[in-house]
C-alpha cells in the first residue's frame, strides 16, 4: 500500500545526513541479514557535494547488449527430444517450440497461437472454451540426425544454427514476429530441405486425462486450400462458432507461416492469416523489424549479478514473458502461447495468472501488461460470472476460465473458491503502483474492485464475538474446507477494503460504502492462527503438505502483515516454516514464495537456499533445460515467479518504502541494478561491490513520495541531477524521505562519490548454459 506524504515541519536543506537503526527494531532484525547499519551521525557536506553527476551506462550499444545477452543465451549440441528440453520462440500471441518430431528422423517446429480456443462455454474451461492446438511443422532431412549445434540468442530472439546429418549440412533460423513465423534453411552436401506442416484436431489437450463431458461434440474436420499466389491455407471451422486459418508459403530458402482466428466471424480468420504473410514479404524484412523491437525492449532495464546460470536464467525469463504476452493480448493460459498436452489448457486464476505477471514491473516493461487489459476489457463477463442475484453491485471469477473471464464463481457458504478476481486484481493494483496511472486505477482497478469487494461483503455475517465472518470458502487447493473465515478470504477481504479506501481518496471519490469498507477493517476477525502459525482457517489448522501459500496470503504478496511490524516477526517466521516443514506435495513455485517471504524478512542466505531447490535436479520437480517447467502438463508461472524471487532480493518498494538491496545473498558481492521499476513510479539504480552499496540513484516518474531504506553506513550525500542538495527527512530505521520532483533524479551514496558506473559484474560463480550445451 502506498503511503500518503505526511505532514511535517519544513526540513531544512542539507547535502549530508545520518540515520540510524537502533533498540528494539534493530535487535529484531534476523541475525542473517546482511544490510549496513547507517551511522547516527549528521555530518557537513563533502567537498565534493554540489557538483553535477551523470550515470555513465556502459551498455548502450548495440555491441555491449549482443556481448552481454550473448553470455545468457541457451545453446544445444545434442538434439532436444522433449518440449521442455528445446528452443522457444513467442510474440505474445504466435509460438513455437523446437524438438525431434517424437519417433521420427525430423524436427518439429510447433505452430500455436494464444487467441485460438473454442467457444462453447456450456462444456466449461477444460473443454467448452479451452485453448486448442493449431498445428506443426516438420523439417525433415534427407540423412539421419547425428548432431546440432544450435543457439537461442536472446538479444535477437533468433533461433540460428546447424543440424548435422549423414548426408550434409542444413544451416537454419528462425524467429517469430508480427504473428508470422519465419524460418530460412539452406542446405550443404547431399541435403535438401522440405518441409511439411500438420494440421492437429481441434481438440482439447485436455482428451490425455478424460473423456470429453456428456453432450460433447467433436469440431469439424479441417480443409486445405491453394491461393492463386501459391499459398498454403488450412481452414478448421468449429462447432460452436468461429474459425482458425493458417496460411504459409515457401519462397527460395524461406518459409512464413501464419496463424488467425476468428470468433463469431466463420471468415475472418482466413483473411487476416493471408494478410498477416503480404506484411511480412521475406524472412530479410521481417527480422529487421524483429530485431529492432527486441534491441528497443531489452534497453528498458539491466540487471546483473555474479552466478552465471541463474544470471542466464533471469535474462531467460525476460524473454520468455515478452515471447508470451503484450497489453492488449490474450492473459496467459497456463502454458503461455506454447501448447502441448495438459490438462491444463485454460486460464487458471487462483495463482497460476497472479505469477506470470509479477515480474514486469522490476523489468519496467509494462506493455507486456495483457492481465490488466484482460479485466478492463472483461468487465461485463466478471458481472455474469456471479449469481443473478447478486449483479447489480458485484463480479467474480471462478478457478479457471477462457481469455475472455468466462466462468461462474460459486457462493460463500458452498465451500466453493470466491477469492480470484480479488487477487488477479492486486496485479492489477501493483500495474499502478509501479506506473501511477490514474486512468488504470479510475477504470480497472477501483470499479473492478468495487464489485469484487461487494461480493463478499454480501456473505460477511457479525457472530456472537461482535466480529465479522465469513461462511465456508476453500482456500486454494488445500484439500479441507474451513467451515467459515478462511485465511486466503480473510487476507484478500482486508486488502481490497484498504486499497477501496485508498483508490477513492486518490480518486476525489466520495463513495456511499467507504463507511462499510471502514466497518469492515474495524471489525473483520482476526485471522485464524495456532501455534503452528497461520491456519488454513476457523478450525482448519495447516496439517498436511499444501503446495500452495493461499493460508500465507497476508504475508506475501499483500504485505498486510509484514517483517516491518516487530510484533508479527514471530508468528510470520513460525508460520513459513511451518508450511516448508509438512512436505511431499511442495512445488517449483513452493520453493519461489518462500524465496521471496524470507527476502522480506532481509535473509538472502536462507531466500537463495529455497530457490535453489528449485532449480536442483534431484528436486520432484525441477526447472527444466530450457528453463519451462511441467508437472502433469506446461505451467509457466513458475519459472516467471523464480525472477520475481530474484527481484524481491535486489529491490522491494511495498508498503511505500523502496528498500535497494534488502536481501542480497553473502556469496553475491557484486550487483548493478539500472532503471528497476518501483512502486511509486521510480526507477531505481544502485551498484553493490564488494558487499557493500556503493551508491543509488532514483529517477521520479511521477512526484510520488520517495521513502528510500538505502543500507548505507555513515554519513549521507542526497544530490538531485543539477547538484543541489536535496531535501531530506530522516524517517528512522535507516529510511530517508527525499523530497524529488516528477522528472528528477537523485543520488544517494556515503563517504567520496563513487564511479557512477553501470556495468556488469564479473561472474563468480561459474555455470554451464541452459538448453542442452
Known amino acids: 500500500m502506498t503511503s500518503q506524504p505526511e505532514k511535517r515541519p519544513p526540513v ?7 540515520t540510524a537503526l537502533g533498540g528494539a527494531a534493530a535487535a529484531a532484525l534476523p541475525a542473517t541479514a546482511h544490510a549496513a547499519q547507517p551511522s547516527a551521525a549528521v555530518r ?14 556502459s551498455m548502450t550499444t548495440d555491441g555491449a547488449w549482443d556481448r552481454f545477452l550473448r553470455g545468457q543465451d541457451l545453446l544445444w549440441t545434442r538434439l532436444p527430444t522433449l518440449w521442455y528440453e528445446g528452443p522457444f520462440l513467442g510474440d505474445g500471441l504466435l509460438g513455437s517450440m523446437v524438438y525431434q518430431e517424437p519417433g521420427a528422423n525430423q524436427i518439429r517446429f510447433t505452430v500455436q497461437h ?30 539421419t540426425i547425428t548432431a546440432v549445434d544450435w543457439r537461442l540468442s536472446l538479444w535477437n530472439a533468433e533461433l540460428t544454427g546447424t543440424v548435422t546429418t549423414t548426408a550434409g549440412t542444413l544451416t537454419l533460423s528462425a524467429l517469430i514476429h508480427d504473428e508470422v513465423f519465419a524460418a530460412r534453411v539452406t542446405a550443404g552436401g547431399g541435403e535438401h530441405v522440405t518441409w511439411t506442416f500438420h494440421p492437429e484436431e481441434a481438440l482439447s489437450p485436455r482428451h490425455i486425462s478424460e473423456a470429453p463431458p456428456s453432450g460433447y461434440t467433436a469440431n469439424p474436420p479441417w480443409t486445405i486450400r491453394t491461393t492463386a499466389d501459391g499459398t498454403e491455407q488450412v481452414l478448421q471451422p468449429l462447432t460452436g462458432g468461429g474459425q482458425t486459418a493458417t496460411a504459409y508459403r515457401r519462397t527460395g530458402h524461406d518459409l512464413l507461416l501464419s496463424v488467425g482466428h476468428s470468433s463469431p466471424s466463420d471468415t475472418a480468420a482466413e483473411a487476416a492469416s493471408l494478410r498477416s504473410l503480404r506484411r511480412a514479404t521475406s524472412y530479410g524484412a521481417l527480422r529487421r523489424r524483429h530485431t529492432r523491437w527486441w534491441h528497443d525492449f531489452y534497453r528498458k532495464s539491466f540487471v546483473s549479478f555474479p552466478d552465471q546460470r541463474l544470471q542466464s536464467f533471469h535474462w531467460i525469463q525476460l524473454y520468455k514473458v515478452a515471447s508470451a504476452s503484450r497489453a492488449g493480448g490474450p492473459v496467459m493460459a497456463t502454458s503461455g502461447p506454447w501448447l502441448e498436452p495438459t490438462p491444463w489448457p485454460a486460464v487458471w486464476w487462483n495463482l497460476n495468472v497472479q505469477l506470470e505477471y509479477w515480474l514486469i514491473h522490476g523489468f519496467n516493461h509494462p506493455e507486456l501488461d495483457s492481465l490488466a487489459t484482460t479485466l478492463r476489457q472483461s468487465q461485463e463477463q466478471l458481472v455474469a460470472n456471479v449469481p443473478a442475484a447478486y449483479r447489480a453491485d458485484s463480479s467474480g471469477i471462478g478457478r479457471s476460465s477462457d481469455m475472455f473471464a468466462d466462468r461462474e464463481v460459486g457462493l460463500p457458504g458452498s465451500g466453493a473458491e470466491t477469492g480470484d478476481l480479488t487477487w488477479a486484481l492486486h496485479n492489477v493494483w501493483l500495474s499502478y503502483r509501479h506506473s501511477m496511472d490514474k486512468a488504470l486505477l479510475r477504470d480497472t ?28 470458502t476453500l482456500s486454494p487447493e488445500y484439500p479441507v474446507v474451513p467451515p467459515q473465515d478462511t485465511n486466503y478470504d480473510l487476507a484478500l477481504i482486508r486488502w481490497g477494503c484498504q486499497t477501496l479506501l485508498e483508490s477513492a481518496a486518490l480518486l476525489g471519490i466520495d463513495d456511499e460504502s467507504k463507511p462499510r469498507w471502514q466497518e469492515v477493517l474495524a471489525r473483520l476477525t482476526p485471522y485464524p492462527v495456532d501455534d503452528n502459525g497461520f491456519m488454513i482457517g476457523a478450525d482448519t489448522p495447516y496439517a498436511q503438505s499444501h503446495r500452495h501459500y493461499s493460508h500465507l496470503l497476508m504475508v506475501y504478496p499483500l ?50 537456499s529455497y530457490l535453489r531447490k528449485f532449480f536442483d535436479p534431484t528436486t520432484r520437480y525441477p526447472c527444466r533445460a530450457n528453463t519451462h517447467y511441467t508437472e502433469a502438463g506446461p505451467v509457466i508461472e513458475t519459472p516467471l515467479s523464480a525472477s520475481q524471487s530474484l527481484h524481491d532480493m535486489f529491490c522491494q518498494s511495498w508498503g511505500g518504502v523502496i528498500r535497494v538491496f534488502p536481501a542480497v545473498p553473502t556469496a553475491w558481492a557484486d550487483v548493478t541494478l539500472h532503471d528497476f521499476r518501483a512502486q511509486g513510479a521510480f526507477l531505481v539504480s544502485a551498484v553493490r561491490k564488494a558487499g557493500v552499496t556503493r551508491f543509488i540513484r532514483v529517477k521520479s516518474l511521477a512526484g510520488e513520495p520517495l521513502k528510500l531504506r538505502h543500507g548505507l553506513a555513515g554519513p549521507l550525500t542526497v544530490l538531485l541531477d543539477d547538484g543541489t542538495p536535496a531535501h531530506t527527512h530522516d524517517l528512522g530505521d535507516g529510511t530517508l524521505a527525499i523530497d524529488l520532483p516528477r522528472g528528477r533524479e537523485v543520488l544517494v551514496h556515503s563517504g567520496s562519490r563513487p564511479d557512477l558506473v553501470i556495468a556488469p559484474v564479473a561472474v563468480s560463480e561459474p555455470g554451464a548454459a541452459w538448453g542442452l550445451p
Open 114 to 143: 494464444g487467441r485460438v480456443q473454442d467457444h462453447r462455454p456450456e462444456f466449461g474451461s477444460g473443454w467448452g472454451t479451452c485453448r486448442l492446438p493449431v498445428g506443426h511443422l516438420t523439417l525433415e532431412p534427407a540423412g
Open 44 to 57: 557537513s557536506a563533502d567537498a565534493k557535494a554540489g557538483r553535477p553527476w551523470k550515470l555513465r551506462d
Open 12 to 18: 531544512p536543506r542539507r547535502a549530508v545526513i545520518g
Open 445 to 472: 482497478v477501483f470499479p473492478v474492485l468495487r464489485r469484487a469487494v461487494n461480493y463478499y461483503l454480501h456473505f460477511l455475517t457479525p457472530g456472537s464475538d461482535g466480529r465479522l465472518h465469513l461462511p465456508s
Open 559 to 608: 504485505y498486510l502483515v509484514n517483517w516491518d511490524q516487530p510484533e508479527h516477526r514471530e508468528l510470520i517466521a513460525k508460520s513459513v516454516a511451518r508450511w516448508h516443514a509438512l512436505t511431499g506435495a511442495h512445488r517449483g513455485y513452493s520453493y519461489t514464495g518462500a524465496a521471496s517471504m524470507y527476502a522480506m524478512t532481509g535473509d538472502g542466505d536462507t531466500a537463495i
